[in-house]
Nanobody, 123 residues
């Protein structure tokens, strides 16, 4: 089992930036992926970005490409989501997810989730 703790959410004006952090603890498999998801109340949780160990690739949903960057500090067991040029539609609770061998856009594939961190983009 993997424990995930997100931080870094907050209030930011449109065009601003935030960096979310996800602290990972517990045992991960040789093949694993870490994903960022977001959810707006009343809507389904959607995939934002994901990195997988099998090929070292990072994936992004179309709406955040060029604005968001997923990075990792393996020594500290941290995963980050750098968010730039934020828009009102990026407002959501952001979740870190893991315990899956390969990246997936689908929520049920992930075995462990953090508690979420709220990002509000508003003027």
């Amino acid at each position: 089992q993997v424990k995930l703790v997100e931080s870094g959410g907050g209030f930011v004006q449109p065009g601003g930036s935030l960096r979310l952090s996800c602290a990972v603890s517990g045992t991960t498999s040789d093949l694993y992926a870490v994903g960022w998801f977001r959810q707006v109340p009343g809507k389904e949780r959607e995939s934002v970005s994901c990195w997988e160990s099998s090929n070292g690739k990072t994936y992004y949903t179309e709406s955040v490409k060029g604005r968001f960057t997923l990075s990792r500090d393996d020594a500290q067991r941290m995963v980050y989501l750098e968010m730039n040029s934020l828009k009102a539609e990026d407002t959501a609770v952001y979740y870190c997810a893991a315990n899956i061998p390969y990246c997936s856009r689908y929520v049920p594939g992930y075995g462990d989730w953090g508690q979420g961190t709220l990002v509000t983009v508003s003027s």
